[in-house]
């Protein structure tokens, strides 16, 4: 009777069993290692890293929307206590403009009103506000200047600020979008935004 190598030949399938399932177990262990060195989260492979700092870049950001025109906000560029704040301005309608930043406080003759971005509490003006965007000239029924405007469509504006400390700090928004064709919206003055300085950095409250 062959009895010894059918012991033997039992007592090693599990050895070799149990051999191979540690090594699977190794080489997973050691592939969720090299995931996580290279910021991975081991499932479906995404950056948990890169996720984390594209997070931690996106600025402060929030919007509004009034008279006719949706304004987005954000602070960009910030380096304590430093940065620039950004006024989107949109109108909702095709083939309405806005008013030049350079246009009087109560327009010309009393029609339109400038695009206007001011800070007030620990933020303060570090500069001049610009857009980018040309500025034309329209002629508007019982006005005799020419009027300052800007191409139809969204505006960008931006504004150099410097924070006096931490603390509370507000912008104030002022614009009015016309159209050659439907005529005005109700012009929208000091429209205010809050948001507080931190030794993070600025945020907006929420509304």
Same mark, same amino acid.
């Given at each position: 009777m062959n009895v010894f190598p059918r012991i033997r030949h039992t007592r090693t399938a599990p050895t070799?069993? $149990?051999l191979l399932s540690l090594a699977a177990l190794t080489a997973c262990g050691d592939q969720s290692a090299d995931e996580a060195?290279?910021?991975?989260?081991?499932?479906? %492979?995404?950056?948990?890293?890169?996720? !984390? $700092?594209?997070?931690? $870049?996106?600025?402060? !950001? @929030?919007? +509004?929307?009034e008279n006719g025109v949706t304004v987005t906000l954000s602070v960009t560029d910030w380096? !304590?206590?430093? %940065?620039? /704040? #950004?006024a989107v301005?949109?109108?909702?309608?095709?083939? +309405?403009? /806005?008013?030049s930043t350079e246009l009087p406080p109560t327009g010309v003759e009393g029609v339109g009103r400038p695009t206007a971005v001011?800070?007030?509490g620990v933020l303060k003006a570090d500069g001049k506000l610009t857009a980018a965007a040309d500025v034309r000239s329209v002629n508007v029924p019982g006005v005799d200047a020419p009027m300052p405007?800007?191409?139809?469509?969204?505006?960008?504006? #931006? *504004?150099?600020?410097? =924070?006096?400390?931490? %603390?509370?700090?507000?912008? *104030?928004?002022?614009? $009015?979008?016309?159209? @050659?064709k439907e005529g005005c919206t109700i012009p929208v003055a000091d429209h205010p935004v809050?948001?507080?300085? #931190?030794?993070?950095?600025? =945020?907006?409250a929420a509304h």
């Amino acid at each position: 009777m062959n009895v010894f190598p059918r012991i033997r030949h039992t007592r090693t399938a599990p050895t070799v069993v $149990a051999l191979l399932s540690l090594a699977a177990l190794t080489a997973c262990g050691d592939q969720s290692a090299d995931e996580a060195k290279d910021g991975k989260d081991g499932k479906d %492979g995404k950056d948990v890293k890169g996720t !984390a $700092a594209a997070a931690a $870049a996106a600025p402060p !950001a @929030t919007s +509004f929307t009034e008279n006719g025109v949706t304004v987005t906000l954000s602070v960009t560029d910030w380096h !304590a206590p430093k %940065g620039t /704040l #950004t006024a989107v301005f949109t109108p909702e309608k095709k083939g +309405f403009h /806005l008013y030049s930043t350079e246009l009087p406080p109560t327009g010309v003759e009393g029609v339109g009103r400038p695009t206007a971005v001011g800070v007030t509490g620990v933020l303060k003006a570090d500069g001049k506000l610009t857009a980018a965007a040309d500025v034309r000239s329209v002629n508007v029924p019982g006005v005799d200047a020419p009027m300052p405007v800007y191409p139809d469509g969204p505006v960008t504006t #931006t *504004l150099p600020i410097r =924070a006096d400390g931490n %603390g509370d700090a507000t912008v *104030l928004l002022g614009y $009015a979008s016309c159209s @050659t064709k439907e005529g005005c919206t109700i012009p929208v003055a000091d429209h205010p935004v809050h948001l507080r300085l #931190t030794d993070d950095g600025p =945020a907006f409250a929420a509304h």
